[in-house]
Structures are given as C-alpha cells and as structure tokens.
C-alpha cells in the first residue's frame, strides 16, 4: 500500500492547473446509457473512482477507450444490467447507474451502497423517487431489484432532503421516461447544473435549470443522440489548493478554474484576511500578516460545501483564535479532527460541531486517512509541520485528486509517494 511522507516547513509558489471535477465526470458517465451513440468527454480526471465508473460500464458489457483525460463510452452493447456488490463496496457513486438503467432497459439491480466513514448515507429518497415514476423495488440479498416493464412514467417528485446523486439519478431516470417530471427541492450543484446543460445540449428538454425547481419531459425511452461533451473545473480540488496556499501563506494561482462555482469558498477565504484575485477562470491566492478565525455551516450549493469543511479544519488550526465549523450534511464527518491532533492541533468536538482553537504548532508524525477530503486535509497539515508527516491509507485520496503530490511539488513542496 502507497503511503505519503509530507517534507513540512516549506513555502509554495506558481501556478496550479485545475482537474475536471470527478463529482461531474460520474454523472456524466453515467449519462451515457441514455445514448445510442460513442460518447466523447474530454477533461476526465484520471483518478480511481472515474476508472471504476467505467469498471462498471465494462461490467454492464459497455466499452470505452480512456486516454489524456479524454473517455469514449459506448453503451449501446450493454445487455448486463446487475452492478454487483464488489464493485459498489469501493464506490458508493456507482448508485447513479441505478436511474439510466432502469428508465432503459425497465429493470436492473444495484448492490445497496452500505454506510462509509462519514456517516450512514441512505438511498431512500433515490428509491422512493422512482417508486412515484412507477418502479417496483424489492430491497433483498442487500441488492436493489429494480423492474419497471412498461417504462417509468413521469410525475412531480418532491426530495424531502436535496440529495446531489438522488437529483441526478432522477434526472436520468426521467429522460427516458413517459411525460413530464418535475424535481421540487433539487440540488443546484455545478455537477447537477452540468449534466442538465449536457443533456439539453443533446435534445432533451429541461427547464428549471440552476434552480431547485427542474422539469424534465421524458422520451419515452427513445434513447438520445449525445453530443461531445468537457467536464467543468473540479471545485473541491481548486478550493483544496486554495487552502494549500493559505495555511503555508503562499502566493499560488490557480488556473483553468470556475471562480463562480468557488464564491463561497472565496468568501470564506476573504473573511480569513487572505487576499485574492478573483477572475472568472482564474485565482490568485495572496499571503496574509495574520489569519483571522472562522465560523463555517456546511450546507448545499451555493453554500459552504461539506466537501472543503475537513481543509478549511486544517487551515483554521493556524488562525489566530477559536473557529466553529459546524457539519450539517453528514452525520459522523469530522474522523480527521483527530488525526489533526496526532499533529498537534487542538480541537474539540460536541455532537456536529467542532470547535479549533489556533495558532497552534504542529509536528510532524503518523497518520491515517479516513476518506477523500480528510486525506487532503492531512496533507494540508503536513505541509505545515514541523518535521515529517507520514499519511497512510491514501487510497482515499487517488480516488479523487489526480496527482495531487506531482502539483504541489511542482510549486515547492516536498512530498513522496512511498511503499509500506
Ligand atoms: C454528493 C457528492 C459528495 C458530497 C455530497 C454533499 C458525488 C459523487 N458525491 O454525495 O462528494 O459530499 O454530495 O454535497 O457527487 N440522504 C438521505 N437519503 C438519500 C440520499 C441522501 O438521507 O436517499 C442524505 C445524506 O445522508 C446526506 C444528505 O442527504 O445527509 C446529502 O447527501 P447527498 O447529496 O445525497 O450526497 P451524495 O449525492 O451521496
């Protein structure tokens, strides 16, 4: 197993180029079964969980072809309509399967993603959604059993929690339905905001698009003419190194970035007493005498996002005073809080809240990664410490940042990827 040592003490300086966002790559994909013809998308991120999404897609009998960040998937062969446990137990996003092979071929069966490190992270609302367009679900062996013989058939669907992958399994799902959905209390992430634009692009009809009210008219399973398609700027990646050059209070530019999708990042930053230099695709983050403490609420987009909450944990360990973050999204995401410790921070946690109080030093020393953002947050940290610090358990980390040492290293930091 690979594990990280994090040379600490350095400063950073350049120019950091974004990835495409794995959060859209994934639905994208997914999108694909809804097409009749090879599917382009350029700007894929060559990480882990992209290449076990087209894992699956093979598994269903699809193929692709996956070069230079650029996936050609075709779909049009898939005739396997099983994604089975082993392939969901590493992937919980493999759940977006479950809209665009049902709304196609009127049955599949997904492996029930079980709890992760951040918290239990039911399906429920995907399941009761789909109930309403029509589907008959039988929940047994840990396998959603999916039929819809005659097609889904569109109705009004209201999320009692908005759900990213539930929206975007729903969108799928009524592509290829009979009638007009309409998703009431949708999510509005970028990534919900791309593959509506995609699939419009493509000839389907939607409206509502960017808001949380979105109408759909369904195809009646008439499978759609896909036109080539670029996934948009990671948002969670740029606002990581954002942080890399705040808590080693560098001066790095970000390149190829979406600054609208980042505002609240941004914000966050300014409110910090970071200075930056906003353009719309491209960021500048400038060092500070003295970085103010922070009070953060995760919530959906255009919110403070629970993905950058473990980063900004690292980053308020170096704030001169105390700083609240509080987790409103999952349940048990602050598993990082105390490997942050292991490092020398002090923060202390009550229920979803967790309070940091800073400056404090931090060393170098062992530690664990826990899941993908709070791996990013240990490096963070280890940029910083004194001495160096050991991550282990990245493979949280490659399945969602593509070559996140050869980035920072190549603006002056000094980490190696090491064997166990
Ligand atoms: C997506 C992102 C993930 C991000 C999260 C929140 C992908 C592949 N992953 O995850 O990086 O952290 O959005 O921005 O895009 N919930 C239910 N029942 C459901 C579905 C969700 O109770 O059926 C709850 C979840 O437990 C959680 C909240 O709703 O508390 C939001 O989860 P959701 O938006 O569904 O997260 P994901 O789509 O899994």
């Not at 039911?122 to 047994?140: T, Y």
């Not at 609208?260 to 300014?270: A, D, F, G, T």
């Not at 030093?361 to 530690?367: C, N, S």
Request: proline letters at 3%; charged letters at 20%.
């Amino acid at each position: 197993m690979d594990f990280l040592k994090v040379h600490g003490d350095r400063k950073l300086n350049g120019d950091i180029s974004i990835s495409g966002a794995k959060n859209s790559a994934l639905p994208l994909i997914s999108s694909t079964i809804l097409a009749k013809n090879s599917v382009e998308i350029s700007n894929v991120p060559n990480v882990v969980d992209i290449k076990t999404f087209l894992k699956l897609i093979k598994m269903l009998n699809g193929s692709y072809e996956f070069e230079n960040n650029r996936a050609i998937i075709n779909t049009s062969t898939i005739n396997n309509t099983v994604a089975n446990y082993d392939i969901v137990k590493t992937m919980r996003a493999s759940i977006l399967v479950l809209g665009p092979l049902l709304s196609r071929f009127g049955q599949c069966e997904v492996s029930l993603p079980g709890g992760c490190a951040i918290g239990q992270r039911p399906v429920d609302l995907h399941i009761k959604a789909l109930l309403q367009m029509g589907a008959e679900i039988d929940i047994k062996g840990g396998y959603i059993k999916a039929i819809a013989p005659n097609g889904l058939t569109g109705t009004t669907i209201m999320f009692d929690k908005i759900t990213v992958t539930g929206t975007e399994n729903i969108i799928t799902a009524a592509t290829l339905a009979k009638g007009k959905t309409k998703i009431i209390n949708a999510a509005k992430e970028p990534e919900v905001v791309q593959l509506c634009l995609e699939l419009k692009n493509s000839g389907v009809e939607i409206e509502g698009i960017g808001t949380d009210e979105l109408t759909i008219i369904g195809r009646d399973r008439e499978l759609i003419e896909y036109k080539p398609i670029k996934v948009i700027p990671d948002r969670i990646e740029a606002g990581t190194y954002l942080c890399a050059g705040a808590i080693t209070n560098s001066k790095i530019t970000l390149k190829n970035v979406n600054s609208e999708h980042i505002s609240s990042i941004i914000s966050k930053l300014s409110q910090m007493n970071f200075k930056l230099d906003v353009l719309e695709n491209e960021v500048t983050i400038n060092p500070t005498n003295k970085i103010l403490p922070t009070e953060i609420v995760t919530t959906e987009y255009p919110g403070f996002p629970t993905d950058m909450q473990a980063q900004f944990m690292a980053l308020a360990t170096q704030a001169e005073g105390t700083s609240i973050i509080e987790e409103r999204l999952f349940e048990n995401r602050f598993m990082h809080s105390s490997e942050l410790n292991r490092l020398g921070a002090d923060i202390h946690l009550k229920g979803n809240i967790a309070t940091i109080y800073g400056k404090t030093e931090l060393y170098g020393a062992d530690v664990m990664a826990t899941d993908l953002r709070a791996s990013s947050a240990l490096v963070l940290a280890g940029l910083i410490a004194k001495g160096k610090t050991n991550i282990h358990r990245i493979y949280h980390l490659d399945r969602g940042y593509e070559n996140i040492e050869k980035k920072l290293n190549n603006i002056g930091a000094k980490i190696d990827r090491l064997r166990e």
